[in-house]
T-cell receptor, first 112, second 115 residues
Framework: KNQVEQSPQSLIILEGKNCTLQ??????????LRWYKQDTGRGPVSLTI?????NTKSNGRYTATLDADTKQSSLHITASQLSDSASYIC???????????FGDGTTLTVKP | NAGVTQTPKFQVLKTGQSMTLQCAQD?????MSWYRQDPGMGLRLIHY???????DQGEVPNGYNVSRSTTEDFPLRLLSAAPSQTSVYFC??????????????FGPGTRLTVT
């Protein structure tokens, strides 16, 4: 069964600090890996999307990495802001838009 | 563009009642999906559609029906609501980009409570 596991489940950091979220997957065949940010009470919003041939992708202070050999991805957040407080979801697709496996998310809290 | 819209935002049903959650997108996307999100869990796929007239089951389809008569609309019907269907429901649409990957856009969600 395809699985996406994220760690840690939750994380608290101080404003201005950096953090890294992890995503391990067993989805096969792999098509792409996406990171989403979901604010409380809102729908997920795409941060990055990476295909098999890409090993890093940045979106402002967010940088995602992908190691397709070990089936691992990370999302690094630089100089965190209070507005970064949200759930971050890793999603791995098999190539069909309807065939995506979602991780349970990491809840990030940024404190002043 | 309004993007992906969902109505209603909130709904309370009694066990056994039926209702339809509406979803519409104005981006001419081929693919649309319905997910449910339960507390502390990842989104789970209920049904999806790869184009008008074509639908298929996802991971948790029982108790739900869908139809796709137009590209824009993808309603989700609860046939006989049960407390286990209390959840937040998200509709999403996506398109295949030039790199072959799918960019997925989510609606704001419908929070459903079944008593």
């Amino acid at each position: 069964k395809n699985q996406v596991e994220q760690s840690p489940q939750s994380l608290i950091i101080l404003e201005g600090k950096n953090c890294t979220l992890q995503c391990n997957y067993t989805v096969s065949p792999f098509s792409n890996l996406r990171w989403y940010k979901q604010d409380t009470g809102r729908g997920p919003v795409s941060l990055t999307i990476m295909t098999f041939s890409e090993n890093t992708k940045s979106n402002g202070r967010y940088t995602a990495t992908l190691d397709a050999d070990t089936k691992q991805s990370s999302l690094h957040i630089t100089a965190s802001q209070l507005s970064d407080s949200a759930s971050y979801i890793c999603v791995v697709s098999e190539g069909n838009a309807g065939k995506s496996t979602f991780g349970d998310g990491t809840t990030l809290t940024v404190k002043p | 563009n309004a993007g992906v819209t969902q109505t209603p935002k909130f709904q309370v049903l009694k066990t056994g009642q039926s209702m339809t959650l509406q979803c519409a997108q104005d981006m001419n996307h081929e693919y649309m999906s319905w997910y449910r999100q339960d507390p502390g869990m990842g989104l789970r796929l209920i049904h999806y559609s790869v184009g008008a007239g074509i639908t298929d089951q996802g991971e948790v389809p029982n108790g739900y029906n869908v139809s796709r008569s137009t590209t824009e609309d993808f309603p989700l019907r609860l046939l006989s609501a049960a407390p286990s269907q209390t959840s937040v429901y998200f509709c999403a649409s996506s398109y295949r980009g030039t790199s072959g990957t799918y960019e997925q856009y989510f609606g704001p969600g419908t929070r459903l409570t079944v008593t």
